[in-house]
């Protein structure tokens, strides 16, 4: 059975940083890209960065670039999100989801519960 | 970017009844390989997204098959055969085609 859990989420006050983690079992995680999808409060979905099955090809939102870092390690199975001088506007609950084989086909068949992530003083 | 408009925004529907959601990009959704990367997304009220169509037209496992999907290019669409009441939810389309994937506004699918 395929598994993604989300945790590191958390009350955070704005210019601090916060490292999500995806614990990813029930595939072979190392054939797959993987993304994170945020959705704030009542609002829709938003892709918020997406990393190929072997590191060579990461894309981030205009919304996070430079301020998020999205990296996996293949020999544990976890996807990671180190988000940096957080903003109000990054509260949201972020989803970690499998992908396909190749990046471009976005987040696929497997999405975790999600983590929340509370950007305030 | 590449920016994904849905229309309608809401969408009232009688059950049994048929349903049909548009989705337009600003840009061609094919890619270098030939691929449309275009998938349908279902989120439930108080659940995760679920995908229900990638790649234009390829229904997921285990979604019903009154789900269907269509479209090239630009222009794509997601109908509903019948309208049941586990339908009811928020439907998104979403490009993986171009950097960064963006998502469109969402749908929502609300039983009259």
């Known amino acids: 059975e395929v598994q993604l859990v989300e945790s590191g989420g958390g009350l955070v006050q704005p210019g601090r940083s916060l490292r999500l983690s995806c614990a990813a079992s029930?595939?072979?995680?190392?054939?797959?890209?993987m993304h994170w999808v945020r959705q704030a409060p009542g609002k829709g979905l938003e892709w918020v960065s997406g990393?190929?099955?072997?590191?060579?090809?990461?894309g981030y939102a205009d919304s996070v670039k430079g301020r998020f870092t999205i990296s996996r390690d293949n020999a544990k199975n976890s996807l990671y999100l180190q988000m940096n001088s957080l903003r109000a506007e990054d509260t949201a609950l972020y989803y970690c989801?499998?992908?396909?084989?190749?990046?471009?086909?976005?987040?696929?068949?497997?999405w975790g519960q999600g983590t929340l992530v509370t950007v305030s003083s | 970017d590449v920016v994904m408009t849905q229309s309608p925004l809401s969408l009232p529907v009688t059950l049994g009844q048929p349903a049909s959601i548009s989705c337009r990009s600003s840009?061609?959704?094919?890619?270098?390989?030939?691929?449309?990367?275009l998938n349908w997304f279902q989120q439930r009220p108080g659940q995760s997204p679920r995908r229900l169509i990638y790649?234009?037209?390829n229904r997921d496992s285990g979604v019903p098959d009154r789900f269907s999907g269509s479209g090239s290019g630009t222009d794509f669409t997601l109908k509903i055969s019948r309208v049941e009441a586990e339908d009811v939810g928020v439907y998104y389309c979403?490009?993986?085609?171009?950097?960064?994937?963006?998502f469109g506004q969402g749908t929502k699918v609300e039983i009259k």
């Open positions: 029930g595939f072979t995680f190392d054939d797959y890209a």
């Open positions: 979403m490009q993986g085609t171009h950097w960064p994937q963006t």
């Open positions: 840009q061609s959704l094919v890619y270098s390989d030939g691929n449309t990367y």
């Open positions: 989801a499998k992908g396909g084989a190749l990046a471009a086909a976005g987040p696929g068949d497997y």
């Open positions: 990393i190929s099955w072997n590191s060579g090809s990461i």
């Open positions: 790649k234009v037209s």
